[in-house]
């Protein structure tokens, strides 16, 4: 399932972009927490019955037309 994320997923967004740090760049807690905060910005959620598997972070644009994507994960093993 695809939702808007709400403050309490943000612990979870955290511990997503800890688990694929393998190389990859990592958000910072500070990217984390603005993602609950801002104009203009929408965070959403990919779920797997409760868990968390994948987010993404997008920035509204162009009169609230568009959408700019800032920031997505997807737990690899959640890949297809």
Do not use: W, Y
Not at 16 to 30: A, W
Not at 38 to 46: D, F, K, L
């Amino acid at each position: 399932a695809l939702r808007l994320a709400n403050a309490g997923d943000f612990d979870e967004i955290s511990k997503l972009s800890k688990r694929m740090e393998n190389g990859s760049i990592r958000l910072r807690p500070i990217q984390v927490q603005e993602m609950a905060r801002g104009t203009n910005r929408i965070t959403m959620v990919a779920e797997k019955g409760s868990k968390v598997v994948g987010f993404m972070r997008c920035s509204v644009v162009d009169g609230s037309e568009s959408m700019v994507i800032k920031a997505a994960r997807v737990d690899p093993s959640h890949r297809h």
